[in-house]
């Protein structure tokens, strides 16, 4: 699985109609409909999908074919986001309408090149599960234990300074599972 950190967008062009593709994280989702709603007030419709992972680690996805015809756009462009194995994130296709009717074919093929397109595009970065550990370390043991933690790629989340050091960890679990201490 993988997810993006920016926004991308690109453009394509079928039959005098405009597909704008804007794929973000999902955590920016609702601001940027938002924002493309104002930037762009005469496009016809504004198509989106999105999958993320909940609490439990289970995906959830949905879409919206917003007033295109049923199944013809949002669940085309969720099918690409599931078939790149793409989480954590958003697509919108801002769509204006060019004057030629692309029938139901044209629509799913449409939507589906525009958000090809925008993912060809896009820096991914490759999903893992993280994991926190506390650990308990003297003062004069915390610059090794920083040291190996950094040569783990194991990243420091918090320190707590007390009568010694409370460390909370955050990497995958088979890096903490190399961390001995």
């Known amino acids: 699985m993988q997810f993006i950190q920016k ?4 453009t394509i062009e079928v ?3 405009k597909f704008i593709a804007h794929l973000c ?3 920016e989702f609702d601001a940027m409909m938002e924002r493309l709603k104002n930037e762009h007030p005469k496009a016809r419709h504004y198509v989106y999908a999105y999958r993320f992972l909940n609490e439990f680690d289970q995906i959830v996805e949905n ?8 199944g013809t756009s949002g669940r085309p462009c969720l099918k690409v986001l599931n078939g790149a194995e793409i989480i954590n994130s958003a697509v919108v296709v801002v769509r204006y309408f060019g004057g030629t009717m692309l029938g139901t074919g044209g629509l799913v093929k449409a939507y589906s090149d525009a958000v090809n397109a925008v ?3 896009s820096e991914f970065i490759n999903y893992e599960k993280l994991e926190e550990k506390i650990i308990t370390v003297s003062y004069t043991d915390l610059a090794k ?3 190996t933690l950094k ?3 194991i990243h420091i989340k918090e320190k707590e300074f007390g009568n010694d050091v409370v460390l909370t960890l955050q990497a995958t679990k088979e890096k903490l599972e190399q961390f001995q201490y």
């Open 25 to 27: 994280p999902y955590d």
């Open 7 to 10: 926004e991308f967008s690109s």
């Open 145 to 147: 234990v920083e040291h």
């Open 15 to 17: 039959k005098k109609s």
């Open 63 to 70: 879409s919206s074919d917003d007033g295109e015809p049923k």
């Open 151 to 153: 040569a783990l790629d």
């Open 119 to 121: 993912v060809e595009i």
